[in-house]
């Protein structure tokens, strides 16, 4: 009988399939990384319980493009400084990819609040210098972009581990709350970097009901970086949260927190 290929998939399968997860080459990306100070107010608010404010303010958007395994992959985050008890990070409010595999994977796994969209990091050779630009592209909306100059080669950094905390959690069926606790996630990521320089320019932030990053200005551009890195990723649940401390921010998750339910627009209210 031929083999149906919804059916069950043999043990030898999935040994192969996670074999080959363990040996994965380094995958190197080209990104963009913009740092700002921010509105202290304006972070606080963002950040969900248990997570607390950093002593900064700081806001980082990273837009990286990486030619995976053949296939181009655009990556974005855009992420606010955080604290959980000891662990000082990085909890991210959108992180754009340009491919629904890239995508499915963070979201189911880690938590993290992938969408897709439109990522591009362009970098053009002109009389005055290295001229770059970098966006962040959803509904037709650009609302983030990085332009500036290249400036010059910077010393390259000694590897660095780099924490960020995701929320991860359902709907419930039923569309009342969640259908098992929500955990917090801390994820360590191991990064290297082979080459990096600095560019002088700036962070453009556009209006957008649907990635509201304009809420949270540039009140001090502290510094953008183009460079070529790789990192790993490992993840560890380290407590539950309470459901309904984090029901108020289940919106930061979905363009429409109704659109989990699947129910049609409601009357009169427009797309």
């Known amino acids: 009988m031929a083999r149906v290929r919804y059916g069950p998939r043999t043990e030898a399968d999935i040994a192969a399939a996670r074999s080959s997860r363990a040996v994965l080459p380094d995958i190197w990306s080209t990104g963009v990384v913009a740092v700002w100070e921010s509105d202290p107010d304006a972070v606080a608010q963002v950040l969900p319980p248990p997570l607390k404010p950093a002593e900064r303010a700081l806001v980082r958007v990273n837009i990286s493009q990486v030619d995976l395994f053949g296939s181009p992959l655009g990556a974005g985050s855009f992420a606010v400084s955080a604290q959980h008890g000891a662990h000082s990070g990085w909890y991210p409010l959108v992180m754009p990819m340009s491919t ?3 995508l499915i994977g963070g979201r189911e796994v880690f938590g993290e609040p992938k969408k897709l969209g439109e990522v591009a990091v362009d970098r053009e050779g002109h009389p005055d210098g290295d001229r770059v630009r970098a966006t962040l592209t959803r509904h037709g909306i650009t609302f983030v972009e990085v332009v500036g100059r290249v400036t010059g080669e910077l010393p390259v950094p000694e590897p660095v581990q780099k924490l960020d905390f995701y929320l991860k959690f359902l709907p419930a069926v039923d569309g009342e709350g969640f259908d098992l606790d929500p955990v917090l996630v801390h994820c360590t990521r191991n990064e290297r970097v082979r ?36 990192s790993d990723q490992r993840g560890r649940v380290v407590e539950r949260v309470s459901a309904q401390a984090l029901l108020p921010y289940v919106h930061q998750r979905y363009d429409d927190p109704m659109q989990v339910l699947d129910a049609p627009p409601v009357p009169g209210g427009g797309e």
């Open 100 to 102: 629904e595999r890239a």
């Open 195 to 230: 080459r990096l320089e600095a560019v002088e320019g700036e962070v453009i932030l556009r209006e957008s009901a649907f990635d509201p990053v304009a809420d949270l200005p540039v009140r001090r551009l502290l510094e953008i970086t183009i460079g070529e890195k790789t």
